[in-house]
């Protein structure tokens, strides 16, 4: 399984962004093996709208099966879920505390976007 974070880093002792369709990068770590790889998301981070939706896309082709970020709006929110993304949402500061979290079974998937689109 893997799950798609919200980073503005590189490495699990980065930020968690709040934000996901403008989110600097998505962490895919992948709980089997125990490893991630880093998709960069700069293509989004000024767009003039649509940023949720390709976001969503970018998460959905790396094969991620869950979204941990700090929130979500309805349009990437719909996307998310036609692919069969799990969203999860979380204010902890880290990636790394945000996995544990989910690990630990602290995280509830959420049933609906929460926030309004153009949120930043």
């Not at 880093?38 to 970018?58: E, R, Y």
């Not at 993304?85 to 079974?105: C, H, M, N």
Request: charged fraction near 25%.
């Amino acid at each position: 399984m893997k799950i798609a974070f919200t980073t503005s880093g590189s490495e699990l002792t980065a930020p968690l962004d709040q934000r996901f369709g403008r989110a600097f990068k998505f962490l895919v770590y992948d709980l089997e093996k125990d490893t991630f790889e880093v998709i960069d998301n700069k293509q989004n981070l000024d767009a003039a709208q649509g940023a949720g939706i390709q976001s969503a896309g970018t998460v959905a082709r790396s094969g991620a099966d869950a979204l941990v970020s700090g929130h979500c709006g309805p349009k990437a929110f719909r996307v998310l879920l036609a692919a069969g993304i799990k969203v999860f949402y979380s204010d902890v500061p880290t990636v790394s505390e945000a996995l544990d979290a989910y690990r630990q079974g602290k995280l509830i998937e959420s049933g609906t976007a929460d926030v309004e689109g153009h949120w930043e």
